[in-house]
């Protein structure tokens, strides 16, 4: 922890240096990624916290960060003694800007517009006895340099660049859209990357307007190589460096009405767009491409279906394998290795993990995303639950995000009790029928409900789903369970139930579904996931009848589509162990 006290040290004297009496980061990017590239893991290199969601403050006296309940348990691990902690998730957890706030008037506030979105510091802007300073700190003491990846055109869509680009301008007509959120426009000029870890995109802007389209990305170097792409060229995009766009942004701007999403702009960008001298119509409204994105077309359902298959013959080969080791010593990193091996050997367009794997063994599930390392791993204890959340990149048109909690010994009946209880509630959203008008946050009670019943504090306190990208990003917004709009036939989302007792054990069960038509005026979901669930776990005088024949039509469908294909007797033996008929 020395290394951290030197480099708050360091933060410290810069920020004299400038006069700031507080500086406000968050994990972010220009783009608003959620994951993002190295160069960005400002935060890390600060305090050592390795989360995906961090904001932090330091003053001359105080450094707090800011996460949600996902990460307590790993943040109070990984943060030097001082660090403040923010429950962000607790009721009674201030905000960053009221944190601030709270220390009085007249503070002079540092903070890098490229990587800082209105809503982070809105407040600020309405206090006028305080002032902003745009200060990249971090550059000024890490000096690192931004390299981008290969730009690769992506074959796989059920829509040609041209088509989507043609559905666009019929939705916003004339004016300028400003799109900044990268999967966005990987989805909408066919293009992917590999800027950001465990998601294929790469770093970009784009601009509409009456005159064209425009496509910033890459480097000076690849440009003609990117302009030739057999799609872009059709739809006539003109492709420019990815460091030319604040420069010929103005060139590019033209009314009456300029688009762009708030959430994804970066207030450099921002105060750009206000700037325009045009008098034009701002609208922070780019909400039909994020949802045309968010629903696969007839062509993409079936490349799903089919990737999903091969993953899950994958996956089941992978807890096979581990049961055949039981009483080894074995890391969990080494289970994340294994992961890998099986996965690559599996099938040749697997491309990595859409996510860092989690794999926990007993109390270390309970911390809801665990990461284990080569360097932080602990040893598998047999004898209690494992939680395995893990998912896929296939070049072919899928991302994967599936969640099994296994036991490889005798569970007792608490751990029982608990793994059924989040079976029931995966089960029961499975199985619901809704009216196409139905709210997706209405949806959230039926994973919940069984849950609560057994114990009200067993209540989980992450989202109980997210939608699911093609070869795009594991967190595409956006369908989630706490949107107030509803589903479409075609959207892809996560059902994840979980428990958690901290110091004991964690479960989760999550499979990938689709939104499909049940008839004229009702959905229901279709489960890609075909991984058995843990047979030993099931305590099965819970289940009721409804759920014990859905149970056993997804143990059907494994047996029938899964098994068949497996050749070697440990999983086919696995498989069966692990699909009975209740």
Request: with cysteine.
């Amino acid at each position: 922890m020395e290394v951290f006290h030197e480099r708050l040290l360091c933060f410290r004297e810069k920020m004299k240096e400038k006069g700031i009496t507080h500086y406000f980061s968050k994990l972010s990017d220009p783009h608003m990624t959620e994951y993002v590239h190295p160069y960005y893991k400002h935060i890390e290199w600060l305090c050592g916290f390795t989360g995906s969601n961090a904001t932090i403050v330091v003053s001359h006296d105080v450094a707090a960060l800011w996460t949600d309940s996902r990460y307590y348990i790993q943040a109070e691990k990984e943060l030097p003694k001082e660090w403040t902690l923010m429950r962000q998730s607790d009721l009674d957890t201030i905000t960053p800007t009221q944190f601030i706030l709270n220390d009085g008037n007249e503070l002079l506030i540092g903070f890098n517009p490229l990587i800082t979105s209105f809503p982070m510091l809105g407040r600020f802007f309405d206090n006028g006895n305080n002032k902003l300073l745009e200060f990249d700190i971090f550059n000024e003491l890490q000096q690192q340099k931004l390299a981008f990846s290969k730009v690769e055109e992506f074959t796989a869509s059920g829509l040609t660049v041209k088509e989507k680009l043609e559905l666009v301008r019929k939705e916003y007509h004339l004016g300028t859209l400003i799109l900044t959120a990268l999967d966005d426009i990987a989805w909408l000029f066919n293009i992917r990357g590999t800027d950001i870890p465990f998601s294929p995109v790469a770093y970009a802007y784009a601009i509409l307007n009456p005159n064209g389209s425009f496509l910033f990305t890459g480097n000076e170097l690849e440009i003609k190589e990117i302009q030739e792409f057999k799609q872009l060229k059709e739809a006539g995009v003109i492709v420019l460096p990815y460091n030319s766009f604040f420069q010929l942004l103005e060139k590019f701007m033209f009314g009456p009405t300029i688009y762009y999403s708030e959430l994804f702009t970066n207030l450099e960008l921002l105060e750009r767009i206000y700037d325009y001298e045009e008098g034009a119509e701002l609208v922070q409204k780019l909400d039909y491409i994020q949802i045309t994105k968010s629903i696969r077309s007839p062509k993409e359902i079936e490349n799903m279906k089919r990737l999903h298959i091969i993953d899950s013959i994958a996956l089941c080969k992978f807890f096979a394998t581990m049961e055949s080791k039981k009483g080894t010593q074995m890391t969990e990193w080494d289970a994340c290795e294994l992961l890998e091996e099986v996965r690559s050997k599996n099938y040749h367009l697997y491309n990595g993990p859409s996510f860092e794997s989690i794999i926990a063994t007993g109390a270390n599930a309970a911390i809801v995303h665990y990461e284990p390392t080569k360097e932080k791993s602990s040893i598998i204890d047999w004898n209690k639950s494992l939680l395995c959340d893990i998912g896929s990149q296939y070049k072919e048109g899928c991302t994967t995000d599936v969640t099994r909690t296994v036991h490889y010994g005798e569970p007792d009946s608490k751990v029982k009790e608990c793994y059924t209880r989040v079976l029931q509630g995966h089960i029961d959203l499975h199985n619901k029928i809704f009216t196409k008008d139905t709210k997706i946050k209405d949806l959230d009670h039926f994973a919940r409900d069984p849950i609560i019943a057994g114990n009200p504090q067993w209540d989980y306190r992450h989202g109980t789903g997210h939608g699911v990208g093609y070869y795009l990003l594991v967190h595409e917004c956006p369908p989630h369970f706490r949107n107030d709009f509803p589903f479409q036939v075609g959207m892809t989302t996560s059902i994840e139930p979980g428990i958690y007792i901290e110091n004991e054990f964690g479960i989760r069960i999550e499979n990938v579904v689709v939104v499909v038509e049940e008839d004229q005026n009702h959905l229901k979901f279709e489960p890609f996931t075909l991984v058995p669930y843990c047979s030993r776990l099931i305590d099965i005088s819970l289940l009721t009848k409804e759920e014990k024949i859905w149970l056993n039509k997804f143990n059907a469908s494994i047996r029938s589509k899964i098994l068949p294909q497996i050749k070697d007797e440990l999983t086919q033996k696995w498989i069966i162990e692990n699909t009975p008929t209740y």
